[in-house]
């Protein structure tokens, strides 16, 4: 049984420039969650795709958004990076309505902006 | 400011010592969960106690949970040197939809053998 997976492992940018991040959920799962995790801190949730609508959204701008396919899997895409985006990007996957809220996370990509 | 904040942060034991970390929160929730990140990887779940629950265990891992002080704790009993790794709490508020997950910045764990 597949775990939830990301590409690319790691990735580095310039600033200005565009990336997309890419997130397959765990087996049997239908909501993807992203969330930024600085040096030293906790995640930061970014938004959150079920039905492959946008459903919550944290405290991100919008050069922060994201898309869920009809497989259920999702990508995350920033616009115009700056340097404080450098960060682990996590992808978290869950079951709507599942009453333990427990959500699987991917590895992570590795954002390095320069 | 994050909803979870975790104490200490950082904690440093021998193998065999016992580890505890606690957990404070703003509002209120639908439910506490602890997480473990190896080296900045992924996190791996450990444990849920819901806001109508007091105590939980799961293996060497015991969890409270006091939500007239909004305060949660991990106790890690008989540490292992592979336990070394940050320790978050994630909670949901009572007022946000299921999977917004709030994480305090965690306790950095180390075990020496």
């Known amino acids: 049984d597949a775990g939830v997976t990301q590409s690319p492992t790691h990735l580095i940018k310039t600033r200005g420039q565009q990336v997309t991040l890419r997130c397959s959920p765990k087996s049997g799962h239908d909501t993807v969650s992203w969330y930024q995790q600085a040096l030293g801190q906790g995640p930061q949730f970014i938004f959150q795709y079920y039905e492959e609508e946008e459903r919550q959204r944290g405290n991100f701008p919008d050069r922060f958004s994201g898309h869920q396919f009809p497989n259920y899997s999702s990508e995350l895409n920033v616009n115009a990076l700056l340097l404080g985006d450098s960060a682990l990007y996590l992808c978290?996957?869950?079951?709507?309505?599942?009453?333990?809220?427990?959500?699987?996370f991917g590895p992570g990509t590795r954002l390095t902006v320069t | 400011s994050q909803q979870g904040e975790e104490d200490p942060q950082a904690l440093s034991i021998q193998e065999g010592e016992n580890a505890t970390m606690n957990c404070s929160y703003k509002?209120?929730?639908?439910?506490l969960q602890w997480y473990r990140q190896n080296s900045g990887r992924g996190l791996v779940h450990l444990i849920l106690?819901?806001?109508?629950?007091r105590e939980k265990h799961s293996g060497r891992l015991r969890v409270t949970l006091d939500t007239s002080k909004k305060s949660s704790s991990l106790l890690i009993t008989a540490s292992r040197a592979a336990d070394t790794a940050s320790y978050f709490c994630a909670t949901v508020r009572s007022t946000d939809s299921w999977g917004k997950f709030q994480f305090g910045a965690g306790t950095q764990v180390v075990v020496t053998p």
């Open positions: 978290a996957s869950s079951l709507a309505g599942q009453s333990s809220y427990e959500q699987y």
């Open positions: 509002t209120s929730i639908n439910n």
């Open positions: 106690i819901r806001s109508n629950e």
